[in-house]
Structure formats: C-alpha cells, structure tokens
C-alpha cells in the first residue's frame, strides 16, 4: 500500500515531542508545520457557564521523504 504524501501526527498524552518526531521520521516522514490547539473544558461557576483552557493539542504536519535512487 502507499503511503500518503502528507500525514498528520498528533503527539501522545504518554509521549513527548521528541518521540512524536522518532515516530515521524520512523515512518518516512519529515515535519513541515506545527500546529497547537487548546482544549477546552466547560464550568459552571455561580450558574454561569465558563470555558477554561485544560491542555494544548500539539500535531505535527509531515510530508514524505521520498529516496532517492
């Protein structure tokens, strides 16, 4: 099967960004983009709702390395 050309990685809760970059380069790709999402979590403070920030998604964009031959 081939590979796709472009793949994300999201890194792990259990792993740090460093193994997400082993795991890329594991799998023949390269990082090209970083992108970081916060994540959110809802409370109810005194019956009014609030969005408080909990943790960072962090995903890796990665492009084949394609050898050369």
């Not at 990082?31 to 994540?39: G, L, N, T």
């Not at 019956?47 to 050898?67: R, W």
Request: proline content about 4%.
């Amino acid at each position: 099967m081939a590979q796709k050309r472009k793949e994300r990685f999201e890194v792990k809760e259990t792993e740090t960004i460093e193994e997400c970059l082993e795991r890329m380069k594991a799998e023949g790709y390269q990082p090209i983009r970083r992108m970081e999402k916060p994540i959110f979590e809802e409370r109810t403070v005194n019956s009014n709702k609030e969005y408080v920030p909990v943790k960072q998604q962090i995903i890796f964009e990665g492009l084949l390395v394609e050898s050369e031959q």
